[in-house]
């Protein structure tokens, strides 16, 4: 199993970025998918899930309205769409499956926010 994201970066208070994640390793469209984040000294958190058909999806309080994931079975990515950044926002992110019983987490993409 393999997940890597991209799509990290710096970017201006009220800005936008998509991070991508991508997987292989196995039946992607047949698990759902999240997104974490791990702010400096803060514990890591669930940001959305997306269900194996993309079906269902939720998110975290803090970024209802603002994020939007998304994936692309036929591509195997998952995407988070950010839209209207806070400084808050920045953490590294985290792409994540859970495969039985076992997680699976990517490397890890950071997102800067500056104010």
């Known amino acids: 199993v393999q997940l890597v994201e991209s799509g990290g970066g710096l970017v201006q208070s009220g800005g936008s970025l998509r991070l991508s994640c991508a997987a292989s390793?196995?039946?992607?469209?047949?698990?759902?998918m999240s997104w974490y984040r791990q702010a400096p000294g803060k514990e890591r958190e669930l940001v959305a899930f997306i269900s194996s058909s993309g079906g269902n999806t939720n998110y975290a309080h803090s970024v209802k309205g603002r994020f939007t994931i998304s994936r692309d079975n036929a591509r195997n990515r998952v995407y988070l769409q950010m839209n209207s950044l806070k400084p808050e926002d920045t953490a590294v992110y985290y792409c994540?499956?859970?495969?039985?019983?076992?997680?699976?987490w990517g490397q890890g993409t950071q997102v800067t926010v500056s104010s």
């Open positions: 994540k499956t859970q495969l039985g019983w076992s997680d699976y």
């Open positions: 390793g196995f039946s992607f469209s047949s698990w759902g």
